[in-house]
C-alpha cells in the first residue's frame, strides 16, 4: 500500500486548500488515517486523524474549527480540507496510516505518504 497527499500550493493567508490522500490497495485495514505536518526547523506534528469504523475524529488545538478530515473507503482518499490558513500553517503535510486506531500520544503510524508542501504568505 502507497499514500500519495497532493493539493498542496501557495496561498494568501485567509484562503482555503483542499489536500487529498490517495491510498493505492485497500485501505478498510488500515484503521487510523491521519494528517502530519513538518514546518522549516520544527519537529514533525499531529493535525488531525479519522478513525475508520467510528469515523471519529480528532484534531491538534492550533487547528480546530479550521480544518476537516474526512475519509472515503470506497475511493480510497483521505481528505483534509484547510479554511482561514494562516502563516503558521506553512509546512509540508503528510499522509498517514496504521492498522490500530488513532489514540492521543500514543500512536504511532506505520505508512507515511510522501508529503505535499502548504505555503501561506501573509
Known amino acids: 500500500v502507497q499514500l500519495q497527499a497532493s493539493g498542496g500550493g501557495l496561498v494568501q493567508a485567509g484562503g482555503s486548500l483542499r489536500l487529498s490522500c490517495e491510498a493505492s490497495?485497500?485501505?478498510?485495514?488500515?484503521?487510523?488515517m491521519a494528517w502530519f505536518r513538518q514546518a522549516p526547523g520544527k519537529e514533525r506534528e499531529f493535525v488531525a486523524a479519522?478513525?475508520?469504523?467510528?469515523?471519529?475524529?480528532f484534531y491538534a488545538d492550533s487547528v480546530k474549527g479550521r480544518f476537516t478530515i474526512s475519509r472515503d473507503n470506497a475511493k480510497n482518499t483521505l481528505t483534509l480540507q484547510i479554511n482561514s490558513l494562516k502563516p503558521e500553517d506553512t509546512a509540508v503535510y503528510y499522509c498517514?496510516?496504521?492498522?490500530?486506531?488513532?489514540?492521543?500520544?500514543?500512536?504511532?503510524?506505520?505508512?507515511w505518504g510522501r508529503g505535499t508542501q502548504v505555503t501561506v504568505s501573509s
Open positions: 498517514t496510516a496504521d492498522k490500530s486506531h488513532y489514540s492521543s500520544g500514543t500512536w504511532y503510524p506505520e505508512l
Open positions: 479519522n478513525n475508520w469504523g467510528s469515523g471519529r475524529t
Open positions: 490497495g485497500r485501505t478498510f485495514s488500515w484503521l487510523g
